[in-house]
């Protein structure tokens, strides 16, 4: 399931302008500690966390997640946007908790 | 990183890439201040100024240059998530000082860990490296010098078997009476 189905199915916000909203969702991995997703993470996963700062776009370059989902209306530090759309990243937002993304994404994207 | 040990490894890893040939690692721990500081300082090659006011950011580092990566943004996202500070000052051919304060009894502040674990790496790794340890309470200092060990030593490497043992255990007992003079058992 592409990003762009994904966040309309859940009525995911997307903070964004200039990501990819083709690219493919192919799993979720959930996480906050940076250093910890930054080696867990899969290519083509939805990532979701409540971390706000500008270092969870540079994570999400490196490990090529698919998007980037804040949980529970987290706002982001006011640079994470512009970095994210420099980078082609996107980063959409629930009012939901991450354990309700997920369960979620596993219903619709048949994961 | 699960451990602020860890992180500590991370920057002391730039200063040896960075050619230092003496390294201080300071940690303060003050309940007063209710902070826990970690000082480290080297004499390396140090950055210049362009450089330094882009260490800071995650994208221009790992662009650039593989060997810092995420170091310095995570070190101070650690710092920054627990209401402290982060600081990095350099001068190109005298060296580097990164200092870290973290709220001591912030819930988000990540456990010290294993220093005389990190120490034992860091010595093993580069034994031709002096390393300066010191770890400071409220009321009590622990000092750990390598320097003072080459007195002792002579021309016998810091990293032999039976060395690193040493450092390992004297480091463990040194921080195990600074915790017992503040009342408290674990670090």
Known sequence: ?111 | MKELSLHILDIVKNSVKAGATLIGIDIIESVQADELTIVISDNGCGMSKDFLARVRDPFTTTRTTRKVGMGIPLYEAAALQCDGRFDITSEVNVGTTVTAVFGLSHIDRAPLGDMAETMTTLVSGSPEIDFCYTHQTDTNRFVFDTREIRKELGEVPLNLPDVILWIDAFIKEGLTTLALSRGETNK
Request: contains cysteine; aromatic residues 4%; hydrophobic residues 50%.
């Open chain 1, 1 to 111: 399931m592409k990003v762009a189905e994904l966040a309309d199915k859940l009525h995911l916000e997307c903070l964004t302008k200039e990501g990819d909203l083709n690219l493919e969702v192919t799993g979720c991995y959930i996480g906050d500690l940076l250093s910890w997703v930054m080696g867990r993470a899969m290519e083509g996963d939805a990532w979701i966390t409540v971390m706000s700062n500008v270092n969870i776009i540079a994570v999400a370059t490196l490990s090529n997640v698919s998007c980037i989902i804040l949980a529970e209306s987290v706002t982001p530090d006011p640079a994470v946007l512009e970095k994210a759309d420099a980078q082609g990243i996107n980063v959409l937002r629930s009012t939901l908790s991450s354990f309700e993304i997920a369960k979620q994404i596993s219903e619709v994207a048949g994961l």
